[in-house]
């Protein structure tokens, strides 16, 4: 059964990066179709994949990360408006059944992604 999950790591202060907002999107043409939102949880991840089962359809996702309002909740200093406040993640699903794990590792002023397992 195919799935989508993630999971924020805080690499300015080397944690996971709790209690950050994600919204997860499917793009249709030039529409942006809410599809998901949660809050990572003490270990940087959601409590429950962002897509699961039937619920996963091939096609382009974007998962918008909220890295500004969590850096700013942790105590940073951050310019306003702040360098990174909201980091898009677009990527595409082919394989329905396929786990499709998109990992965020951020600081204020820098990010990367990949493909995880």
């Not at 991840?45 to 359809?57: I, K, N, S, V, Y």
């Not at 590792?105 to 992604?113: G, H, I, Q, V």
Request: proline fraction near 7%.
């Amino acid at each position: 059964m195919g799935r989508l999950s993630t999971h924020v790591l805080d690499t300015a202060n080397g944690r996971p990066a709790a209690g950050l907002r994600i919204e997860l999107h499917r793009i249709e043409g030039e529409a942006r179709v809410p599809v998901a939102g949660a809050v990572t949880n003490a270990d940087g991840r959601t409590d429950a994949p962002l897509l699961a089962g039937e619920a996963m359809r091939v096609g382009t996702y974007e998962i918008a990360f909220h890295v500004g309002d969590y850096f700013r909740g942790a105590g940073a200093v951050l310019a306003d408006p702040p360098f990174l406040d909201v980091v898009p993640v677009r990527f595409s699903i082919a394989d329905v059944d396929g786990h499709y794990h998109v990992p965020l590792l951020a600081s204020p002023w820098a990010y990367s992604t990949y493909r995880g397992s």
